[in-house]
Each structure stands twice: as structure tokens, then as C-alpha cells.
């Protein structure tokens, strides 16, 4: 029930197409959803996060989709760029007091081919 | 100052050896975390602290050793590692809960045992 499920493993965009990651997750107490990118020999860093009270929520050309009902969340890449070529980790995690637990999905490699 | 800093970026280490591994922040963070990485995988927990006290210890074997010295710092201390503990080392910090805010990443330390 702690597993967050990630889908595709890897994936080959065309410069200028819409990237689709696909995630979901078992555990309803779950109330934070962040995607993380990673680019190689690097950390992860956030890009962008939603709550369960919204059902979508865009920065830039990243937008999150979430289904409360489905339990599943994706995020999409509008107008994919080559820089855009990273891995894309998806997560979730629950309040504790004086901390947060990230439970990670396993990883999307993206390729955006020029 | 938004970041996460960890030193060395780079270790190699023999079996028999002991160094550290450290991390500091000075965002006001009062969680501090361990994470492990092998390649082409999420990152997995080892630690955390909240407010200077270890929370977590995800069955992490004796040979890692957390300690956190202050608020703003976080050391690993290794010893008699193995090869299969060769792995990207993540310091990560976050606001101690209530509303997160997300983790915030280091660029890690790519540690090589041989």
C-alpha cells in the first residue's frame, strides 16, 4: 500500500510534443504529490507538486493532472525540448509530525530527440 | 540561500577505511535526510532527523552512521563498507510538517568502494 506505480519506464519524444508520466498509488492518506526531475550526476529537484483538493495545477509548460477517484496522477510536458531530457520521478507522501516520508515511483527516463 | 550542500562530490574508499560524509543547509530546514541511489533507480531512505533527533532508521546495517551535529548540519560516517555500497549518497532537508513545502536536494556524492 506504501508503492506509488510508475509508467512509462522510458520515454522518446519528438522536439515540440507533449511528454505524458503516468503514476498511481494505493494509500489514501497520501496528501502530497510532488515530481521530481533528475538530470544525470545530479540531485533531484522539484519541479512541480499538487494536493488532493485540486485536480490540476500547471507552471510553465509542466502541468499536473490528478484523479482523487482513480488514485492516479500524471504530469505532462507541453512543447518537450531536448533540455527537458532527464529522468522524472513521481512521489507522494503524508503528514508526520516533524517530518515528511517520500515514497518514489520508479523513474521515467525522458528522451526529447531534436 | 535555497540550497543543499554536500562534500565531497566524489570518495573512493578501500573496504577498511572511515570517512564522512556531510551535509548542510541553511534554509531553516528542521528535517535533514539520508537517501541512497543506484543507478537508474528512485532514491531509497536510510535516515531522518527531525529537530536534531533521528526519527527513521529504514534497517539501515551498522556500518552507516548518521549524525546531526546541529540544525544546519548532517553527517554520514562509513566504515567497513562493502562494494555493493557503492551507490549516489542524497542529503535532502524539508520543513518539519504542517504544510510542505517539498524536499530540497543536494547534488550527493557519488561513492565508490573497492
Redesign the interface.
Known amino acids: 500500500q506504501q508503492q506509488v506505480k510508475q509508467s512509462p519506464q522510458s520515454l522518446i519524444v519528438q522536439k515540440g510534443g507533449i511528454s505524458i508520466i503516468n503514476c498511481a498509488y494505493e494509500n489514501t492518506a497520501f496528501d ?1 504529490f ?1 515530481w ?1 526531475q533528475q538530470f544525470p ?6 519541479l512541480i ?1 499538487i494536493r488532493p483538493d485540486v485536480s490540476e495545477k500547471k507552471e510553465g509548460r509542466f502541468t499536473i493532472s490528478f484523479n482523487k477517484s482513480a488514485k492516479q496522477f500524471s504530469l505532462h510536458i507541453m512543447d518537450s525540448q531536448p533540455g527537458d531530457s532527464a529522468t522524472y ?1 513521481c512521489a507522494a ?1 503524508r ?8 515514497v ?4 521515467t ?1 525522458l528522451l526529447v530527440s531534436p | 540561500d535555497t540550497e543543499v550542500t554536500q562534500t565531497p562530490k566524489h570518495l573512493v574508499m578501500g573496504m577498511t577505511n572511515k570517512k564522512s560524509l556531510k551535509c548542510e543547509q541553511h534554509m531553516g530546514h528542521r528535517a535533514m535526510y539520508w537517501y541512497k541511489q543506484k543507478a537508474k533507480k528512485p532514491p531509497e531512505l536510510m535516515f531522518v532527523y527531525s529537530y536534531e533527533k533521528l526519527s527513521i532508521n529504514e534497517s539501515v546495517p551498522s556500518r552507516f552512521s548518521p549524525e546531526c551535529p546541529n540544525s544546519s548540519l548532517l553527517n554520514l560516517h562509513l566504515h567497513a563498507l562493502q562494494p555493493e555500497d557503492s551507490a549516489l549518497y542524497l542529503c535532502a532537508s524539508s520543513h518539519p510538517g504542517g504544510q510542505f513545502y517539498g524536499y530540497t536536494f543536494g547534488s550527493g556524492t557519488r561513492l565508490t568502494v573497492v
Do not use: D, E, I, W
Open positions: 502530497y510532488p521530481y550526476g545530479k540531485g533531484p529537484a522539484l507538486a520521478f507522501s503528514a508526520n509530525t516533524g517530518f515528511q516520508k517520500l518514489f515511483g520508479t523513474g527516463r
